[in-house]
Nanobody, 124 residues
């Protein structure tokens, strides 16, 4: 009923930039918080950044490790969340997952959804 589809991952050199996108589609009534998580090999999934659905772009929250380098934003008209990643480091290498809290038209209930993941590799 609801799909989150990420795009924009890839291979980049240290110091480079990438922009991830995540588009939500399906029977959507409303989207609340949206965010990005990442999981590196052998490690637990961790929150990278999140953004609420409030006015003026929403409130944002970042992991300490990405503050000042990553920027999360959203386009509510397109049901899309973005993650601009600058000054990338090898330790940013991970699978990045989109996450969203969505109420669907069919159930009118709040549920949490995940995307399929996008690989980001930072290497020279």
């Amino acid at each position: 009923q609801v799909q989150l589809v990420e795009s924009g991952g890839g291979l980049v050199q240290p110091g480079g930039s990438l922009r991830l996108s995540c588009a939500a589609s399906g029977s959507i009534f409303s989207i609340y918080a949206m965010g990005w998580y990442r999981q590196a090999g052998g490690k637990q999934r961790e929150l990278v950044a999140a953004i609420t659905s409030g006015g003026s772009g929403g409130n944002t929250n970042y992991a300490d490790s990405v503050k000042g380098r990553f920027t999360i934003s959203r386009d509510n008209a397109k049901n899309t969340v973005y993650l601009q990643m600058n000054s990338l480091k090898p330790e940013d290498t991970a699978v990045y997952y989109c996450n969203a809290d969505i109420t669907t038209l069919t159930t009118m209930r709040y549920s949490n959804y995940w995307g399929q993941g996008a690989q980001v590799t930072v290497s020279s």
